[in-house]
DNA sequence: GCAACTTTCGTAAACGTTTACGAGACGACC
DNA sequence: GGTCGTCTCGTAAACGTTTACGAAAGTTGC
């Protein structure tokens, strides 16, 4: 079922047809009716090759993720409650969403250069963003609008927005100290991703503005992984000089480092306090309930929805890029108590 | 970067350009070299549009998720990796993958339908797959190639893969009779989706193996989900008549369950035993180690991508409809444990 | 009653690609 | 040298859609 078979089918043309479809101006309201009902009545939806070559535009917006990543492996409902909101919003917009994966074993940089080619999105959001990311300096290059989810450092003509880790960092730390703790130890990603970054810089704000020495050796880079908790867990609870608190900047880690604590006779809270990052359904059942920060995921779906399509916008005011830093509220836990000899 | 301009470049006619990029025979070596040269050097890559338009193919596969579905939300690196080696089997086919989210509030069959009706995709790979599934009657009736994981019983043209339910929930039953349980709970899923079936068909199967009558009361359906299995721990642990021992379907659940017997001072293995479903980097973090069974999931999404793609051979020995059951590998853990009386 | 304008619609070109068809060049063979 | 076949390539149509343009019909104003 095609357009000229839909107008064969109403003794009309397909201009007509079109226009109808589209709600141009310049088409009888009556036949506009009888063009609609009929393309109910027997299921026509326009072809998206042939409109999208026609207009260069494909309606569709692509989110990037890297599958294989451990960063990624992780997820847990983070993503399908994002996407979902994300989704909701767009299809109002009458647009659709596809998620494009890119397989660990790709170059991402060859990954995006197909895609842009292709032609098969309009907008792109990236994640997994990373400090000196090359996939934004490509992107850059191309007229593609994209944002990122996570602000990096490279420049470029993009939007993006990102969760306050600096703020949550600097707010776990002042937490900390306010019950009497004086150090504390922070796990962060080993590899690139920006936020590892923006969680360190909110972490050092904290510590100078409480006055503290920085110990490089409290610095703890692990993979962002159970495993990698575990890790971090087993490392922190075997130093010498046993740190009183541990923030972390990510949620995967902690049910790893819980796990760990429990091997070594460890409780979180009462030995070492721990503070985690985003509240997830998971951490229900991790005991002592972990302190985290709450983020409403919906929201943030919402609004990268918003943001991607502000960029396609034809009223300059609009499609101006932006960026934006989403706050979090903390949330207390069990897991941060006052340390146990008040504090070396 | 059209054809157009790169067979100018060289002085060369768009048609020739174009078999030459598509491996069609009749092109000289000489021009052949220098037209791949030219391309790469100016970073031509045909535009998805216009040849879809002209082939009535995409070289696209999709993958349909439901996002905002509470049995997927609790989504570990399950997709992730999965997607991941699918994605890189279908890149040696050259073909792309695009995750196609029916966002929670659209109507999976609408939402069908405009993915068939706009082309994007060669073939489909459904998923959540239901025991009564509409969807499936849909694609049927249209011409789109599609395969579901899990099995459904709608009929229809289609391949599927799905996991061995029926013989995990078998093989649990028997280890643990084994080991002189007699009041064996079940914790099913509250919705049609067919893995539950099969799970209670291999369920009772096992029951009746070993000559033990059916208890309805021990039969449980929640919400595949953290909070689910919370709910579900604690409806088991608070029995009169305690079972000494509970399956569940999903390893979701296992989470929960172990926190509600947590609250309620009550050890998985001890007091009741627990065998979860598929085994997953959380595992290790539980306590004691939940028995569990394996499953490899390079191997499930590289098989995924291979039968999806024989859908679409113009040999019809290989396009022929086929379905496969995975089998999972049997992992002791500390969560199975003789029941305490010795059995009731 | 004619010009000017509005409303509505049909025609055809264009988007970028693939491919059927035919043409030209060249060598082989009788 | 003419015929045939092979190799290589250019031409043009086709995929399904949108939209600029113009035509036809109807309306208004004088």
């Not at 609609?36 to 409109?51: C, D, H, I, P, W």
């Not at 998620?99 to 080619?117: G, M």
């Not at 792109?124 to 996570?150: C, E, N, W, Y």
């Not at 159970?226 to 046993?242: H, N, P, T």
């Amino acid at each position: 079922m095609n357009i000229r078979r839909l107008a064969d089918h109403l003794n009309i043309s397909i201009g007509t047809v079109s226009r109808a479809l589209n709600n141009r101006p310049g088409v009888h309201p009556e036949t506009l009716e009888k063009v609609l009902k009929a393309a109910t009545e027997l299921g026509y939806v326009a072809n998206q090759s042939g409109r999208s070559l026609r207009r260069g535009a494909t309606n569709t917006i692509g989110f990037v993720i890297e599958t294989g990543h451990p960063a990624h492996q992780a997820g847990d409902q983070f993503f399908y409650v994002v996407l979902d909101a994300m989704n909701l919003y767009l299809a109002e917009q009458h647009y659709d969403l596809v998620i494009l994966p890119c397989h660990s074993a790709d170059d991402p940089v060859e990954f995006l250069s197909r895609v842009i080619a292709r032609g098969i999105v309009d907008a792109l959001v990236m994640t997994a963003t990373r400090r000196v990311d090359h996939r934004i300096a490509q992107l850059a290059k191309s007229k593609l609008p994209f944002m990122t989810l996570g602000r990096s450092e490279t420049p470029g003509n993009y939007s993006w927005i990102d969760l306050d880790f600096e703020g949550v960092a600097l707010r776990s730390v002042q937490e900390a100290v306010k019950l009497g703790h004086r150090r504390i130890a922070v796990g962060l990603p080993d590899n690139d991703v920006a936020l590892g970054y923006h969680y360190k810089s909110g972490y050092l704000k904290g510590l100078a503005e409480a006055g503290f020495p920085v110990d490089e050796s409290l610095i703890i880079r692990v993979p962002t992984s159970e495993m990698g908790g575990f890790s971090l867990g087993k490392q922190v609870a075997g130093m010498a000089d046993q740190p009183t608190a541990l923030l972390l900047c990510s949620e995967v880690t902690a049910a790893g480092v819980y796990a760990a604590f429990g091997d070594m006779g460890i409780e979180a809270g009462r030995d070492i306090s721990v503070v985690a990052f985003r509240e997830n359904p998971l951490m229900r059942f991790l005991n002592p309930a972990p302190a985290c920060f709450r983020l409403d995921l919906n929201a943030l779906g919402t609004r990268l929805g918003e943001t991607v399509l502000d960029l396609l916008s034809p009223d300059e005011e609009v499609s101006q890029r932006r960026g934006e830093i989403v706050p979090l509220s903390f949330v207390p836990g069990k897991s941060l108590q006052p340390p146990r000899s008040g504090g070396v």
